[in-house]
């Protein structure tokens, strides 16, 4: 099976603009969460979407959203981008929460 | 919401030594409690997890240990090799719908 997918795999930003980050997770994964990566802070959970519904979402302000097609693709949107969103973004897809979750290799976005 | 400690941040091992990372969670309602290892610039993925009705497990080299009540689980790896220098994240998720929460990585160095 193919693994994880993630586009782009950089990107870089300007502040005040807005980006938008794709995944396509494994086939037949219909669970796909979404995580933020910086140095010190380990992964930090944004959100998960399971079949187009999103079931679980974490600690980040409102410019962060998401959504799901129904090819369980999933998107990550960031608007009015602040320098302090310089991360890199993981994408991670499973049949559920308690099984594996595979990541993805990342999108890494810089906000100058 | 759950909460993840984890221990140490680094953690510098003599190859062929032993290593052990330790991590509590808050949630005694959690049961699944996975380790993920993320080597220099790559994704993360996961080597071991355990179970709540389970109180140890092995894979080779490298075995989980749980006290749930005591709240805490370990990773420990014997023989170590360089190839286990990564670093170490800890989860935990108290299941159904519920996310994986993780703590904030072990920074792992194997000295030849």
């Known amino acids: 099976k193919a693994g994880v997918t993630q586009t ?5 930003k300007t502040r005040g603009q807005q980006v938008t980050l794709s995944c396509s997770p494994i086939s037949g994964h219909r669970s796909v969460s979404w995580y933020q990566q910086t140095p010190g802070q380990g992964l930090q959970f944004l959100f998960e979407y399971f079949s187009e519904t999103q079931r679980n979402k974490g600690n980040f302000p409102g410019r962060f959203s ?8 999933s998107e990550m949107n960031v608007s009015t981008l602040e320098l302090g969103d310089s991360a890199l ?3 991670a897809s499973s049949i559920s929460y308690q099984e594996t979750q595979y990541f993805g290799p990342g999108t890494r976005l810089l906000v100058l | 919401g759950e909460n ?9 091992v003599q190859e062929g ?4 990372i330790k991590c509590t969670y808050s949630d005694s309602a959690s049961n699944y409690f996975p380790w993920y290892k993320q080597e220099l610039g790559k994704r993360p993925q996961l080597i071991i997890d355990i179970r709540s009705n389970v ?15 005591a709240k805490h689980f370990s990773l420990h790896i014997t023989e170590t090799q360089p ?22 990585g072990t920074r792992l160095t194997i000295i030849p």
Not at chain 1, 8 to 12: D, H, K, T
Not at chain 1, 66 to 73: E, L, P, T
């Open chain 1, 8 to 12: 782009p795999r950089y990107l870089i």
């Open chain 1, 66 to 73: 998401g959504r799901q097609f129904s090819n369980s693709r």
């Open chain 1, 89 to 91: 973004y993981l994408c």
């Open chain 2, 4 to 12: 993840v400690e984890q221990h140490p941040s680094t953690l510098s």
């Open chain 2, 17 to 20: 030594d032993s290593a052990v």
């Open chain 2, 55 to 69: 109180g140890e497990k092995k894979d080779q080299r490298i075995a989980v240990t749980l006290n749930k009540t």
């Open chain 2, 83 to 104: 190839e286990d220098s990564a670093v170490y994240f800890c989860a935990a998720s108290r299941g159904g719908n519920e996310k994986l929460t993780f703590g904030t």
